[in-house]
């Protein structure tokens, strides 16, 4: 069964910095990964979806990097926003199955 | 479109009851996901459906959990009768057909069972 770790699971950070959030994953064999954000109380929001094929995903301040061989993913959000707080959560879809296995997210707090 | 709809948002209900859970996904997607989030064990997928078919629902955790998609564009899940421990944030999802594309969430019910 696949499984996917996150870490840091908390990180707080000064507004401004740019940050790197990492997902790491056991079985190589994934379609796709996808990074999601979370809203205390809230659902899930897709924020990039990376296909096996491809090394990178960029949208605005967030550029997202696929290892498949090595298994894994990182996140990176450039001039953090105070607006960035959130539970950043990472899933992979592996090529047997439609199901997606998340991994245990990371709180990030950007402070003022 | 206006996303995945699921309903209610919250509900509290006494161990014992029966609850049924509501989700609308996108329109044309033909893939929807049910998943259960808990501090403990994160988020889980309890069952999935292709076409309005259920394919996995190894997630399920027990004979009081039941899932239907009559049609294309709703879908329950039920619990029967609840217990605390059922107690958690139920997810819907949608995807369209090929497995590249992404996945959409709902905002999530929110159950408390006491």
């Known amino acids: 069964k696949q499984e996917v770790t996150q870490i840091p699971a908390a990180l707080s950070v000064p507004e401004g910095e740019n940050l790197v959030l990492n997902c790491s994953f056991t079985?190589?064999?994934?379609?796709?990964l996808q990074w999601f954000r979370q809203d205390p109380g809230k659902g899930l929001t897709s924020l990039l979806l990376i296909q096996s094929s491809q090394r990178e995903q960029t949208s605005g301040r967030l550029n997202a990097s696929l290892d498949k061989s090595s298994g894994r993913s990182t996140l990176y959000i450039a001039a953090s926003q105070p607006g960035d707080s959130a539970t950043y959560l990472c899933?992979?879809?592996?090529?047997?199955?439609?199901?997606?296995?998340f991994g245990t997210g990371t709180s990030l707090t950007v402070i003022p | 479109d206006a996303g995945v709809i699921q309903s209610p948002r919250h509900e509290v209900t006494e161990m014992g009851q029966e609850v049924t859970l509501r989700c609308k996904p996108i329109?044309?997607?033909?893939?929807l996901f049910w998943y259960r989030q808990t501090m403990m064990r994160g988020l889980e997928l309890l069952i999935y459906?292709?076409?309005?078919?259920?394919?996995?629902d190894s997630g399920m955790p027990e004979d009081r959990f039941s899932a239907k998609m009559p049609n294309a564009s709703f879908s329950t899940l039920k619990i029967q009768p609840s217990e605390p421990r059922d107690s958690a944030v139920y997810f819907c999802?949608?995807?369209?057909?090929?497995?590249?594309?992404?996945?959409?969430f709902g905002q999530g019910t929110r159950l408390t069972v006491v």
């Open positions: 899933a992979v879809n592996p090529l047997t199955g439609n199901q997606f296995y």
């Open positions: 999802a949608s995807r369209k057909h090929h497995m590249g594309t992404e996945a959409f």
């Open positions: 329109s044309g997607h033909d893939y």
């Open positions: 079985d190589s064999a994934i379609y796709n």
């Open positions: 459906f292709n076409n309005n078919v259920p394919i996995d």
